[in-house]
Every structure is written in structure tokens, then in C-alpha cells.
């Protein structure tokens, strides 16, 4: 058998990525319901809210009546009812979790402050929706609808009310700023309750006609704290306050409200019960907004990485427009038609720019979709839960046996575990306890310097209003978003404690070994690399759990926010490059079976390998540098002292040897410090450090080194792409 | 009380307007005749032209009680599938796919008639009480002849083209037809009955919000009607390319200071008048 030199013709992206390619990529190509939704959300970003922002409606903080009307758009266009399940108004069966962030992917496409103001909407009716009683939530869900074919009726609007006590903007939700007290108990009768609550900036205040407010009791007849809905009509105060004075998300109403307001004590979230004559809520805030806020904070992440991916066809645009109409440039010449995308800096940026976009679109699409998994599974556990009817001390050992259970069942020693609902739920809730914080804090912290990159791409032009696919705004609001619903430090603090559990730890590892197949099978991908980025990790994370510092202090624990911290970004970078990598992989198996993507897969699917290379390779840079950081840098550097020289070689001594092996004299000192004989040295801090016990973690340090090779091979094949990919006329909304 | 109608409404895809649309000779994807370049990787749209015709048939349908809408559409079905992800939203219709290219390029004869013989097999579809709507003008080189041979095929001779509004007449007396003339004028037409032909123009209406209760409704019969639709040939018939390129455009700008008006006008006339 001969073999035949065949020169493979190299295919380059030939369109930028259309919904065909995102429907494969983010699992919803059999979804017409979600394809739909997109269509309708894309109509509304880029017809009423981008005309809104060209107009300089931003330049407002107040709520106008210009702002007012897309509040009508949502409502017409399906995203108000998104949230409710068909017998409630919606159109969307099952869970929405997936439905929520396509809607806010499309709508921060063009302004994230759109997209805030419809979630916030569904933010209000989240603790109604998740720990509501029946009649709340037919009674709410049914209002907050748009009316119908025949009905006349404004739907209600809501807002969400958790706030800290003034003047802190802090993180501590145990700390509240609204009261509750009885106002009246008559035997027999339930009780009315006086709600006192001052808000902060919060969403939709200027027009919200019912609230769900955190507060905490003021009243020994009241226990704890809980959620309790306000409405606009309720007898007392309901001021809906001064706007805040944001820079950013403009067109999103944001203020301080203040009420005063007597409810009916069945205005408790999930109802509540009596005990000894004390009013007990269901559940107290903390569980309400825990339930709640770990599935929001996946469209918020999702909101910046629109951003990044929406800024890419401006920026190429101008790149190429750069030098057109000016003297210097002839039409047909390289400068006319490629204009600043002859230098390879303007476009291994915007490379960065895109994989930082589709790293973070993946890793918040995957979040997205386990909380849909997660949903019914939840509900199916609690179940099973209020069956076996435990408490105290039972319930403890039961989520000891369940955890243990589910180790044993991912080692693959209990595979009759497989339909136990309460072993899958734990195995699912473990990863979404990680992909959650993981996508809100890395899509939108590092986001947001990655679209200050981009804003830096278009030049001068990027920090004014013309910018087309307003950057600018884009770059600002990006900030926001990293910091509303939990800033970064929340985030971080979240991941210290669930990246360290060992169901997740278990699937981690295993994650570990599907990489090093898909890179077996798919070698451009960079999951070798990230593979090993991903063992580094491990490998720090367990050291620092039973490593302690130069002063015996334990290095992994809740206070010690300089190793746990680093060490849950380093995370966040392997987990948005490994959903990346395997969102690429579905497109290759799916993508041949859309003709209409047929003919320009090759090229598409090798665009997207060397982008998800090009993110690898920064995923396992940016991960060697945070561990060595954190491996070597509690350990104190040795100093030119007893206990530092014990490990040098004397001259003297090396001069004995010398008799014995000739030159060893000369070699030692390349390879080991040395004290002469008058007790001089090499001028350095100290001799250097012996990695004891650090051995296998140098080693990997050393292959990662490796494994980078070829990446920036994949940034110039990417880059190059660039150059070439057709883009349309005209950006499809105005600037 | 009028009589319920029967609405198909022919409506092809073209390309989103707003992308760059370059004429490419045949190649693998398309080795028939010229196509556009990356043309199954651009974004499409419905026909413009025949999206008026189809809010319009939607439009008529409520007014008339019991009428029904079909769309018959002729295009790529993975292409289909994804402009009826909006344009389900729009109206309710039945969708009747045939699966085939959309290009610029194809012939209008054989279009013409893959659309005549699958409108014919539309299963309980009274010609009698069929009003014949698409775009009397097209997105995609606009032979602007497609719909009339259409209608030929199917033996309606009532044919009106460049329409701008239909209204039923009162107590079931036809329908009012108003067509665009030369000069920005309309004429205006009696139709006793159906069948006929409505080429439209661009219509009064404005198109429709997405509303996706409408678009779930529609996608009952949507998805099922891609799945079973058939490939049309459409190969080997009509013109031959010799070869296909953009219309050249030229500018030719002068910066001139401080022109009287008259002498601009007396320029443009001049310009006019060699054109």
C-alpha cells in the first residue's frame, strides 16, 4: 500500500457564527419554543432598545416615558411571559432556567440595562415561584401575565427587595434593613403585620405594583426572618423613592423605596405556622434568596459575555474600514481592504476578545442548562424528603450516607444508585453549587477587562457615543454586573466552600480524564493542556488543604480569602475553557447533520478549535501562575543563615572532593549554592529554594510549559481568519 | 356573511438584506448555476414582498370568518426552519414546505411549477374560494413573474399585481382591489369572487409583533410540514450564467465651496438629461 502526499486545502471561517451554529452549540436545536424566544427577544434589542440607547435615552437615570414603553415590548413580545408556565399565561413548559439566559444574552446584545429590567421582573417572582405556596404563586404568576386577546388589564409588575442596612453596600445577607412586627392579633383571626423597609437600589422600583421584601422580626411573636410581598394598594406607604444615580444600565429603573405598609401575615413567603403562640415563617430569607439567587446570577454572567461576543463584528468592521476614504488607501490595495487588520496585534486581540466571549457564553449556557436538569430533580427530592420524614440529628446522618452514597456510586462501586433521586440530585447540585458563582464571577470580572479591550480595539472611536454596538456603555455595564447579585467577593467566598466538596471533586476528576480523551481524539483543542492545568489545580488544592504556612498557620480556610480566593478564579478559568471545548466538540458531531451548515463547517469548526486552543493555553497559564503563586509563596525563602546554608556546599569541602572527583568542584557550582571560605556567596536573596515535597507539582508546572506548544500557532491560524471571514454591510441595529 | 376563504400565500427566502451578497460562480454546493457567495451560511428572511402578502392574507383571514392561510414556501428546509422561527410569531398560517433552493438564481418557470403542483395536492383546499397572494416583486433578482405563472398553472385568470389593499365588500358583494399604476396612482378593481391573483406591492399594514403564543399554535403543523416536505428538482431547466458579478458601483464626488443653488440645480439637470 502506498501512501499519497494529499496537501489538505486550508478552510477559514467563511461567516460569522449564525443561530444554526448557536442553537448546536448551546443544546437548543431541538427547541423550537427557545428559537422563537430568541427571535422575539432579538426583534425587541435590536428595534426598541437600540433605538432607545442611539437616541441617548441612557443619558437619564430617571424612569421616562420613553423607557416606559419597553415594558410594553416585553409584554408583546413574549419576554414578560417567559417566567410563567403556560397554565399561568406562558408559553414555555418545564424549566426556564436555559429560556431566561437567551433572553438576556439577546437583550444585553444590544443593553444589559434591558435585560436587568425584564429579569428583575422574574427576580421579583422568584421567591413566589420557588417557595411560594400554591395560592401565591397562581395568584401572582396569573397577575404578573399579559393580558390576553380580549382582556384589558396593565400586568403587575414587581420588584425585588433584599438590601442591606444603610450606608453599607456590603455582602452580609444575614444583615437586614427591614423589620416586621404584629400590628394586630385578634384570637382566631391571622394576623396583620406592619412591614417597615427601606430599599436600595432596586430594580423596577419606579413602577413596581408589588414587592417581595426581606425583613427581618422586630417582634418576639415573630420568628427570625423571612419574604413577605408587599402591594402597591396595601394600607400605609408604598413610596417608590428617589432614582438612583447610576452610570450604568440606564434603561433599567433603579431606586431607593421606603414602605410602610400592614399586610396579612399569608403575605409570607410559603406561608408560615404557629407555634406556641409565635409566628414561624416557612422559610427564612436566606433560604429564599439562596434558592433564587443561585440560578439568576447565570443570566447576569451570560449578560457580559453578549457583550463580548456582540463587540466582534463592529470591531472588525472598523479594522478594516480603518484607512477607507482617506488618501493613503486605493481601493484594491491590502490597506483598503484589510485596513488595521494588516497588523497582527489588532487581531490576535480580538482573538482574545472572541475566545474570552465563547469561553464565557459556554460555561454560562452549561450553568444554565444543569439548573434545568437540576429543577425537577429538586422537586422529586423533596418529595422523597418529606417521605422519610426526617429531622435533627436524622437528617444529618442521612446527608452523610447521601454524600457517602454518591462517592461510591461516581467511583462506579454502586451502580444501583443510578435512579436513586436523591444520589443524582446531590451529584447535579454539586456542580451547579460551582458552575453558578463560577460563571457570575469569571464571566463578568474578567469580562469586564476583556471588554475594555475590545473598547481599546476601535480606538478613540470606542469611548464615544458613535461607537457602533455601543461599546463604551457596554464596557461600563459590564462593571455593574460583576458586582449586583453577589459582587465578586460573594462569588468567590461560595466557591471556596463548594469547589473543596468531594462530590464535586470526584466528577472534577473525572473531568480530568475526559479531557485527556478529547484531546487524544481532537489534539487542537488545547484540552491536553487544560488537562493538566486542571491536575495543577487538584494537586494545589489538596496541598493546601493540609499545607500550612512559613508560620503553621492552616493555608486552606474560610479567613484565608489570599488562598481560597486565587485559588476559585483559577478554577473559573479551567471550567469556561472545558465547556468551550466540549460546546466545539457537539458541533463537530452535530453540525453535518444542518445542511445549511454543510458548507462551511470545516472552516467553522477549525475557527473554533483554535479558539478554544487559544483559551486553553491562557485557562493553564493563568492557572501555573495562581498555583505556584500559592504552592511557594507561604513558604518563607530560605536567607543566608545557619538554617538556609545547612543545604550549601562549603568551598572548602568541594575542595576536598575535588582530590576525590575531579571537577566536581566546577559543576556544583552550577547546579548548587556555594559559600566560599571567607563566607561570601552569590549576591541573591537567599540560597535557593528546595522544593521538598514539591516535586510532582514542579513537574507538572514543567509539562503544562509543554503543553502550550502549538497555541500560538492556533492564535495565528485564528487570527488569520479574521482577516478573512465575511462580515455583513451593516450592523443590524442602529449606533 | 362571506364566504370563508382559502389564503396560500407563495413566499420564498432570501438573504438578510444586510449581508454582504457577493455572486459566485458554481461550485460543489451549488454546481447548477451562479450562487451567492457562502449563501447556506447567510441569515435569511421571508421575501419581503411576499411578507407583506402574507400579513395581509392574515389580516383578511380574521376579517372573514372561517378563511385559512397557507404558506407554500420553496426553499432550503434547515433555511426554512430557521426564518419560521419568526415568522410563525407573526400570524397564524399553515406552512406547506418544498424542499429546494432559494437562490436568485433559480428559474422562475420551474419554481413557478414545483409551487402550481404542491398547491394543487394541498389537501382540502377549495379552488374555488382560493385567493392566490405572493410578492409581485422579490428580494432575490425579482423576475417579478413567478406568481403569474403560478396562477396560469392553476387556471385563475383574475389576476391583479403591484396591490396594495383588499377589502371585503359588505354582505359577501367581492372584494375591493387596489393596484399600483403609473404616475403614484392606484387603480381600483371589483372582484366578484374568488379565485384570483394578488401580487403585492408593500400593503398598509404594518408587520406584525412577534407573539409567541401564535408562533407555539403555528408550530404544531410547522415542524411536521418541514419534516414530510419534498425535494423539489429544479435542476437542468432555464437560463445558463455565462457569468454573474455586482452591478459596478461608481462615485463621483466634487467638493465645491459657495454654490449658488441655481447653478446646482442647473448642474443636476444638465446631469439628469445626459443620463
Not at chain 1, 420613553?66 to 409584554?75: N, P, S
Not at chain 1, 427530592?381 to 420524614?389: F, I
Request: aromatic fraction near 6%; include cysteine; glycine fraction near 8%.
Amino acid at each position: 500500500m502506498g501512501l499519497a502526499v494529499k496537501e489538505a486545502k486550508t478552510e477559514y471561517l467563511r461567516a460569522l457564527p449564525g443561530d444554526d451554529v448557536r442553537q448546536i452549540l448551546w443544546r437548543f436545536a431541538d427547541r423550537f419554543d427557545l428559537q422563537m424566544l430568541v427571535q422575539s427577544a432579538r426583534a425587541v434589542a435590536r428595534g426598541p432598545v437600540a433605538r432607545l440607547v442611539a437616541q441617548g435615552a441612557r443619558h437619564t437615570h430617571d424612569w421616562t416615558p420613553e423607557k416606559r414603553t419597553l415594558l410594553q415590548a416585553f409584554d408583546e413580545s413574549g419576554i414578560t411571559s417567559v417566567f410563567l408556565e403556560p397554565s399561568q399565561g406562558g408559553f414555555i413548559e418545564g424549566p426556564k432556567n436555559l429560556a431566561l439566559a437567551l433572553v438576556a444574552f439577546e437583550l444585553a446584545w444590544v443593553d444589559a440595562g434591558a435585560a436587568t429590567g425584564s429579569l428583575a421582573g422574574f427576580l421579583a417572582l422568584s421567591p413566589i415561584h420557588e417557595r411560594g405556596t400554591p395560592e401565591q404563586r397562581d395568584y401572582y404568576m396569573s397577575r404578573c401575565a399579559p393580558a390576553q386577546p380580549g382582556e384589558s388589564r396593565e400586568p403587575w409588575r414587581g420588584a425585588f427587595c433584599l438590601t442591606e442596612p444603610l450606608p453599607y453596600v456590603g455582602v452580609e445577607t444575614g444583615l437586614l434593613g427591614g423589620k416586621v412586627r404584629v400590628a394586630e392579633w385578634k384570637p382566631g383571626e391571622e394576623p396583620v403585620l406592619e412591614v417597615n423597609k427601606r430599599g436600595r437600589f432596586i430594580t423596577n422600583a419606579a413602577f413596581a405594583n408589588f414587592v417581595t421584601a426581606a425583613v427581618e422580626s422586630d417582634d418576639p411573636r415573630i420568628k427570625g426572618t423571612c419574604m413577605v410581598i408587599l402591594e402597591e394598594d396595601d394600607p400605609g406607604t408604598f413610596d417608590h423613592g428617589t432614582p438612583t444615580r447610576k452610570l450604568v444600565h440606564q434603561l433599567s429603573s433603579t431606586g431607593d423605596p421606603i414602605f410602610n405598609l400592614k399586610v396579612p401575615a399569608s403575605r409570607m413567603v410559603g406561608g408560615y405556622s404557629i407555634k406556641d403562640g409565635v409566628i414561624v415563617p416557612r422559610y427564612s430569607h436566606g433560604e429564599i434568596i439562596e434558592a433564587v439567587f443561585r440560578r439568576t446570577r447565570v443570566t447576569v454572567g451570560i449578560m457580559t459575555s453578549a457583550k463580548l461576543l456582540s463587540a466582534i463584528e463592529p470591531v472588525i468592521r472598523y479594522q478594516r474600514t480603518r484607512f477607507r476614504g482617506g488618501s493613503i488607501a486605493s481601493p484594491g490595495s491590502p490597506r483598503y481592504e484589510l485596513g488595521l487588520q494588516l497588523k497582527e496585534d489588532a487581531v490576535e486581540r480580538l482573538v482574545e476578545v472572541w475566545a474570552t466571549g465563547e469561553a464565557s457564553a459556554s460555561l454560562g449556557f452549561a450553568a444554565a442548562r444543569v439548573f434545568d436538569q437540576l429543577d425537577p430533580l429538586e422537586r422529586r427530592r423533596d418529595e422523597v424528603l418529606a417521605e422519610r420524614k426526617l429531622s435533627g440529628t436524622a437528617a444529618i446522618k442521612a446527608r452523610r450516607q447521601l454524600q457517602k452514597d454518591a462517592l461510591e456510586y461516581l467511583s462506579g462501586k454502586r451502580p444501583d444508585l443510578a435512579d436513586e433521586v436523591t444520589i443524582q440530585y446531590a451529584i447535579l447540585d454539586s456542580v451547579a453549587n460551582v458552575l453558578c458563582p463560577a460563571c457570575k464571577l469569571w464571566n463578568t470580572g474578567h469580562g469586564a477587562q476583556m471588554m475594555r479591550e475590545a473598547v481599546s480595539l476601535m480606538g478613540g472611536y470606542g469611548i464615544t457615543e458613535d461607537c457602533p454596538g455601543f461599546l463604551g456603555h457596554k464596557w461600563m455595564d459590564a462593571q455593574l454586573e460583576a458586582t449586583y447579585e453577589g459582587p465578586e467577593a460573594v462569588q468567590r467566598r461560595q466557591l471556596s466552600i463548594t469547589m473543596a466538596d468531594d462530590v464535586f471533586l470526584a466528577q472534577f476528576r473525572e473531568w480530568i480524564r475526559e479531557m485527556r480523551r478529547v484531546a487524544n481524539d481532537k489534539p487542537g483543542t488545547g484540552a491536553c493542556a487544560l488537562a493538566t492545568a486542571m491536575q495543577m489545580w487538584l494537586w494545589t488544592l489538596h496541598h493546601l488543604l493540609h499545607s500550612t504556612d512559613a508560620n503553621g498557620q492552616k493555608l486552606y480556610q474560610g479567613a484565608r480569602q489570599g488562598v481560597t480566593f486565587p485559588l476559585a478564579d483559577a478554577l473559573c478559568w479551567l471550567l469556561a475553557s472545558r465547556c468551550q471545548i466540549l460546546d466545539a466538540i457537539e458541533l463537530e458531531r452535530k453540525g453535518p447533520e444542518n445542511p445549511a451548515l454543510a458548507e462551511g463547517l470545516p472552516g467553522l469548526t477549525a475557527f473554533l478549535t483554535d479558539l478554544c486552543h487559544v483559551q486553553a493555553a491562557r485557562a493553564a497559564g493563568e492557572v501555573g501562575r495562581i498555583c505556584a503563586s500559592l504552592v511557594f509563596g507561604y513558604n518563607r525563602h530560605p536567607a543566608w543563615d545557619t538554617e538556609g546554608c545547612a543545604a550549601c556546599y562549603q568551598a572548602d569541602d568541594l575542595e576536598a572532593m575535588e582530590a576525590l572527583i575531579p571537577g566536581i568542584a566546577a559543576l556544583a557550582r552550577g547546579y548548587v549554592d556555594v559559600i566560599e571560605s571567607d563566607g561570601s556567596h552569590v549576591a541573591k536573596a537567599g540560597p535557593c529554594v528546595r522544593s521538598a515535597g514539591l516535586d510532582q507539582f514542579s513537574r507538572l508546572r514543567s509539562r503544562m510549559d509543554g503543553c502550550l506548544t502549538g497555541s500560538q500557532l492556533a492564535k495565528d491560524r485564528a487570527a488569520e481568519a479574521l482577516t478573512k471571514v465575511m462580515i455583513p454591510e451593516a450592523l443590524d441595529y442602529p449606533a | 356573511m362571506p364566504t370563508p376563504l382559502h389564503i396560500v400565500v407563495c413566499g420564498g427566502i432570501v438573504p438578510d438584506p444586510l449581508q454582504t451578497l457577493e455572486p459566485a460562480a458554481p461550485n460543489a454546493a451549488f454546481p447548477a448555476q451562479p450562487s451567492l457567495k457562502n449563501e447556506m451560511m447567510l441569515p435569511a428572511v421571508l421575501d419581503p414582498w411576499a411578507a407583506h402578502a402574507l400579513f395581509e392574507a392574515a389580516h383578511l383571514s380574521a376579517q372573514v370568518p372561517g378563511s385559512k392561510v397557507w404558506l407554500v414556501s420553496l426553499g432550503p428546509k434547515a433555511k426554512l426552519q430557521q426564518v419560521m422561527m419568526t415568522i410563525a410569531q407573526k400570524a397564524p398560517f399553515e406552512l406547506v414546505a418544498i424542499d429546494g433552493p432559494a437562490s436568485g438564481f433559480t428559474d422562475a418557470f420551474a419554481a413557478a411549477a414545483a409551487l402550481a403542483a404542491t398547491i394543487e395536492q394541498i389537501p382540502g383546499l377549495d379552488r374555488g374560494r382560493l385567493l392566490l397572494f405572493g410578492g409581485w416583486e422579490s428580494a432575490s433578482r425579482g423576475a417579478g413573474s413567478t406568481l403569474q405563472m403560478v396562477g396560469e398553472r392553476l387556471g385563475i385568470t383574475e389576476q391583479f399585481q403591484g396591490v396594495d389593499r383588499i377589502a371585503a365588500r359588505a354582505e359577501g358583494a367581492g372584494f375591493e382591489i387596489m393596484e399600483r399604476i403609473e404616475g403614484g396612482r392606484h387603480q381600483v378593481s371589483l372582484l366578484s369572487s374568488p379565485p384570483a391573483v394578488l401580487g403585492w406591492a408593500t400593503g398598509y399594514l404594518p408587520e406584525p409583533r412577534n407573539n409567541p403564543q401564535v408562533g407555539m399554535a403555528n408550530m404544531r403543523t410547522i415542524m411536521p410540514a418541514l419534516q414530510r416536505a419534498k425535494a423539489a428538482a429544479m435542476n437542468g431547466a432555464g437560463p445558463s450564467f455565462a457569468s454573474v458579478r455586482l452591478p459596478a458601483v461608481e462615485r463621483q464626488t466634487r467638493i465645491v465651496k459657495d454654490m449658488p443653488p441655481e447653478e446646482i440645480a442647473r448642474e443636476i439637470v444638465a446631469w439628469m438629461g445626459e443620463e
